[in-house]
């Protein structure tokens, strides 16, 4: 279901398509829409999100992610930007590369250690970021200060870091959502 609606996402975005077709497809997403209605959980039940096992934990908002390896230290993994990022001029916009920096460095900060959450996330878009292309997404612990944790993330397109990223995770004190 989530794998399907990347693809709607993506194809949607490229589309051109004539009156017709774009009533036809906004009558059978709002039936697609009303078929799920019934079925609304509270957060704690629902997929989305919740399948570490899924790429941006099946997440449809969230850059799909494929981890590869993933420890205490590190992740590293792949990822391709669909159309459905596309900022323009064949780049991914400047909005979904904290996404996916934030789903690799918060899974990482999160690993093996009480849970935090992201304070700050400081990217520098060094190259354009070519939608469509496989890029490698990695993440690295950095340091610990205190409730501070301090991790470092880069996505890149070959030999070529296209943005990096510094992250900073802190301890939640008991009662903190
Ligand atoms: C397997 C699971 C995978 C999960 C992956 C997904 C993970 C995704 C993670 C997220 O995206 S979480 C969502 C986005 N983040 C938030 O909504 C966090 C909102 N902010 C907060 O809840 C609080 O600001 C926060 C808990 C981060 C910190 O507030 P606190 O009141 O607990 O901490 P405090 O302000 O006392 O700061 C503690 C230390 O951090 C420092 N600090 C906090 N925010 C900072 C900041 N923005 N910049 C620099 N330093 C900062 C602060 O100066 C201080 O340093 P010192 O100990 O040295 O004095």
Known sequence: MIEALRLLQAR?????????????????????????????????????????????????????????????????????????????????????????FDEVMGRLANTGRPRARTAYLHVNYRKITPVGSRLRVEARFEREEGRKRILAGALVDGETVVADAEGLFVTLKPGQP
């Open 12 to 100: 949607m975005t490229g589309a051109g398509p004539p009156p017709e077709t774009v009533t036809e497809t906004a009558e059978t997403l709002e039936k697609l829409a009303a078929a799920l209605e019934p079925f609304t959980v509270p957060e704690a039940a629902q997929i989305v999100g919740h399948r570490t096992d899924l790429p941006g934990r099946g997440q449809a908002m969230a850059p799909p992610v494929h981890i590869e390896e993933w420890d205490e230290e590190h992740v590293l993994g792949h990822v391709t930007f669909s159309r459905f990022y596309l900022g323009g001029n064949g780049a991914v916009h400047g909005g979904a590369i904290p996404l996916a």
